[in-house]
């Protein structure tokens, strides 16, 4: 299942002075519509790919799932979800990474 909230309250170490490593993930995770995705084949399996079609656009997120470095292929034109910038179908995704985008409608 997607997980469509984070949450953290009365342990103050939790992520305490990790807000710089995280807020990376943050941003992807927020631009993602909160919704449940479909898994779908990535290639690789280490990395774990999810997509879901909502108000009118395609969504896939990509993460992966170990502490090394992992290749992936996504759609062809896809855009990054928070900058909107094109991207290539070859992506490196770091260790525990999360990627998200928006491919063009099938």
Request: hydrophobic share 40%; aromatic share 10%; net charge positive.
């Amino acid at each position: 299942n997607d997980v469509m909230a984070f949450s953290r309250g009365g342990f103050l170490i939790g992520v305490y002075g990790m807000e710089r490593q995280l807020a990376k993930f943050a941003r992807v995770f927020r631009a993602l519509p909160a919704i449940r995705f479909k898994t779908i084949d990535s290639g690789n399996p280490a990395v774990t790919m999810r997509t879901q079609t909502f108000r009118g656009k395609d969504y896939v997120y990509a993460v992966n799932v170990t502490s090394n470095k992992q290749r992936v292929r996504i759609p062809c034109g896809a855009k990054d979800i928070v900058t909107g910038a094109a991207v290539s179908e070859a992506q490196l995704l770091g260790p525990y990474e999360l990627k998200g985008f928006i491919v063009p409608l099938k």
